[in-house]
Every structure is written in structure tokens, then in C-alpha cells.
């Protein structure tokens, strides 16, 4: 929660506690309801502007388009992460130029919010719409309290990928514990040493983010009308001890992702293993085309057998902007983008998304990935791991803690060091929390 001075008047936003954010640039819900009646009452065609990052989002909009005349949406391409809400922040704050219509990966929906800069749309949208997401999706939406800020698109729920071939000539068990999965990786490597069963990557924080979730972190909170950050919690420094000793030991691999030793190695079956999320086979297909039919999927390794739960990787909802003059219209649209069938299988097609909302899954996603045609249960098994996703509270400076672990943890995948990996939680805490304050959040 932010603290605001000056003429700036505090706003209540529910949240399990208060969210404080500053009331001047926007447009009221009531303002904005007016006009969007007066508007309709005029027949006037309504024009809603949706800055967004997905691929080929025009072709899923032109069937609101045709069946919607009246509200006409134009879709403006624009550069995803940190770059898109940086713009948005700007526009915000300049008080025009903002679209009527964001889409915003979940970790980001607290800075906006906090920012003011998206609105609460709970009151134009159905009230049954959260039993159709998972529960903790929606809790990204909702920052865990009454109002909502954006309906779910996309989710990104981490799962086990693993060489078959490789498995099978080496008589290997899919491991479904993280410490069945620490001796398949000793067993692999002892067997063929220039082969691993997956890699620490100190490059990718979102990765272990998922990873933290999985066993039941949540970095942030909302503590009365102040922030909580718990990032050095005992889950997290579970995980982090846990792959520290992997390192250490050198039965695992200690490379980033996404660079061309990286892709090289899922091509040659140097890279046995993949913990990665839904999306997984896009990327696959992408780096490693000849390698399709050699993978399956499986769910993530359980730190307790009998509870399994997983954690999410990337995803993304679409808000409504709080400058936006057609709340009402937008909220409709982007309730549509999201829950209408025949949207979500377009969404599916021409964007590649995994879907967060449930009952269009069986429809959308009937056929397996390409990559993975050996696999025809791909999307049933992938429904039930999203569904065991716990809820994990993102803050407004999870940009400050990202970084933090690209360098605390950098440092440490270098020293091959499993206490190095328990600073590096640490630092990340100490970091996280000086910078809530420095920007003048109220911190508990």
C-alpha cells in the first residue's frame, strides 16, 4: 500500500486490507457508467482502444467485431513486460493517451493498481464469473480482497518434461517427488555424464517464483494498511537449499535458459529434463524441432505426495484502464475475449495461450500440442495439475525482487554454493523491503 501526501485523497480498495491509491486522474464508475449510457441512449458507436501483446489478437477480435457493431474495439500491438506497463504508467499520469483496455501479466496488476491505474470492474461484470477460473488465478485479479481488476487470459502451470528415449534407455523412473527427483538426476548423470536432468537457472525469476509457489510461498501480503514481504520464508528457503545442494553437487546442470548452449542441448539430449510451465511446447518446437515425439509431460515433483500442488510460470489477465470513459462496454468485451467459447478457441489458435478459463478448456484444447502427438492426454493432465495451483500475492515492486534474483542468485549459481543460495533468498528479502520503503509504502 502505498501512502499518499498532499491534496491526493486515499481510496479504500478491498484487498483483505487497504490497497491506498490516489483518486485524481481517473474516471469515476458512476461518471463513467453515464456516459456510457448516455452514449448508447445516442446510438452512438462506441470505440474502445486494447493495447496488447499477444500475436495475432486482431483475428480474435474481429468476431466481436462482426457480432458487436456498436462497440468496436481496435486492437494496438504493443511490446510486453516492463516496457508496456511503463507506458501505461506514463499515460496514466499525463492524464490521456491511455487505452481503454490492458493486458497485464499478474505479477504487474499490484503496481497498476497501486498506481492507479486500472479500475474496478467488479460491478459490471457477472458475479459468477470467478467459479469459471481457478482459485488461485483469481486471486491474482483480485489481489485477495472484493474488487477486480482485470478478468484471467492466460495461465502458465509448471510441469515436469522429460526425454522418453532417454528414460527408457537408461531405465530411469519419472521422478514424483523432489527427492526421487534429486536421485534420478544422480543416477542420469552418473550414467552419462555430459547429461543432466535439468538446469538452475539464476536468469529466470519468474521460473523460480513458480517453483517457491509450488511449495506454498507468497512473497507478499497485505498486513492491516501495510505491505508484508515474506520472501525469505521457510518454503522458499526449502527450495532454495534444495536446489543449492543439486548444484553443489553437480548433479544438475547450472546454465540459464534461453541461450544458444541452452537450445543446443534440449536438441541434443544433453538436457534430459525441463521443469517449465503449459507453454513448454511452443518453445520446444521452436528450439529442439527434431526431438518431437521424444517428450512427455508429467506434473512437477511433489514436495508431498499426498498434497500435490503446483505453481504458475507467466499467465496474464486484461483490465480495464481507469481513464477509460466506456467501463461498462469494456468490461463486456473482455468478458467475452475470456469466457465466450468460440473466443477462447481462437485465443487457443491464432494466440497459442493456454486458457485460464475452465469450461472452455475441453473444447479449445481437444487436440494435444503437435509436439506433443504422442502424448493425447496433454491438455486433460495439464487441467488437473492448473487446478492444484496455490494462490501467491504479488506486490507492487516484484520488478525491485526479480532483479534482486537475477543478481543475488547469479552471484550464487557462480559459487556453486548451497549457503550462497540461502543468501541469496536473504539479500532478496533485505532488497525487496528497503525499496517498499524508499518509495514510501507503508511496510510491515
Not at 186 to 191: D, I, Q
Amino acid at each position: 500500500m502505498r501512502l499518499h501526501t498532499g491534496t491526493r485523497a486515499a481510496t479504500i480498495v478491498a484487498a483483505t486490507a487497504l490497497l491506498a491509491a490516489a483518486c485524481s486522474g481517473g474516471t469515476s464508475s458512476s461518471t463513467t457508467t453515464d456516459a456510457a449510457t448516455t452514449a448508447a441512449a445516442a446510438n452512438e458507436k462506441v470505440e474502445l482502444t486494447f493495447w496488447t501483446w499477444a500475436p495475432n489478437m486482431d483475428k480474435v477480435v474481429e468476431g466481436w467485431n462482426a457480432a458487436h457493431p456498436d462497440i468496436h474495439v481496435t486492437v494496438n500491438k504493443q511490446d510486453g513486460g516492463d516496457p508496456a506497463v511503463t507506458k501505461l504508467l506514463t499515460a496514466i499520469k499525463a492524464g490521456s493517451g491511455a487505452p481503454d483496455i490492458m493486458q497485464a501479466e499478474y505479477q504487474k496488476i499490484p503496481t497498476l493498481v497501486s498506481a492507479d491505474a486500472l479500475a474496478d470492474i467488479k460491478g459490471d461484470i457477472d458475479p459468477g464469473l470467478a467459479k469459471q477460473f481457478p482459485d488461485g488465478v483469481w486471486n491474482a485479479v483480485t489481489l485477495g480482497g472484493d474488487s477486480v481488476y482485470a478478468v484471467p487470459q492466460d495461465s502458465g502451470p509448471m510441469e515436469f518434461y522429460y526425454r522418453t528415449d532417454v528414460f527408457d534407455q537408461l531405465g530411469l523412473t519419472v521422478p514424483t517427488t523432489w527427492a526421487e527427483f534429486a536421485d534420478v538426476a544422480a543416477k542420469l548423470h552418473t550414467a552419462d555424464p555430459t547429461k543432466y536432468l535439468g538446469t538452475f537457472s539464476a536468469a529466470d525469476a519468474g521460473w523460480f517464483t513458480g517453483l517457491a509457489q509450488q511449495a506454498g510461498a507468497s512473497w507478499w501480503g497485505i498486513d492491516g494498511n501495510a505491505w508484508s514481504v515474506s520472501i525469505n520464508d521457510a518454503a522458499t528457503l526449502k527450495v532454495a537449499d534444495y536446489w543449492g545442494g543439486l548444484v553443489e553437487s553437480g548433479v544438475i546442470d547450472n546454465k540459464p535458459m534461453y541461450t544458444p548452449e541452452w537450445n543446443a542441448a534440449l536438441n541434443n539430449g544433453t538436457q534430459v529434463g525441463w521443469l517449465s510451465a503449459v507453454w513448454a511446447p511452443g518453445v520446444l518446437a521452436g528450439n529442439a524441432a527434431d526431438t518431437a515425439g521424444k517428450w512427455k509431460m508429467a506434473p512437477m515433483p511433489q514436495w508431498d505426495a499426498a498434497k500435490p500442488s503446483t505453481g504458475n510460470w507467466g499467465g496474464s489477465a486484461v483490465a480495464v484502464t481507469s481513464q477509460s470513459k466506456h467501463a461498462k462496454e469494456s468490461a463486456q468485451f473482455i468478458t467475452w475475449l475470456n469466457t465466450d467459447q468460440k473466443a477462447v478457441t481462437s485465443l487457443v489458435k491464432e494466440a497459442g495461450i493456454y486458457p485460464a478459463n475452465i469450461p472452455a478448456q475441453t473444447e479449445a484444447l481437444a487436440s494435444p500440442p503437435a509436439f506433443f502427438s504422442n502424448q493425447p492426454d496433454f491438455y486433460t493432465l495439464a487441467g488437473k495439475i492448473a487446478q492444484t495451483a496455490g494462490s501467491f500475492t504479488f506486490g507492487p515492486n516484484v520488478n525491485v525482487a526479480y532483479s534482486a534474483y537475477n543478481d543475488e542468485f547469479g552471484k550464487a549459481a557462480e559459487a556453486k554454493s548451497k549457503a550462497a543460495f540461502t543468501a541469496a533468498v536473504q539479500s532478496m528479502q533485505k532488497i525487496t523491503i528497503e525499496d517498499l520503503k524508499t518509495s514510501g509504502f507503508s511496510v510491515k
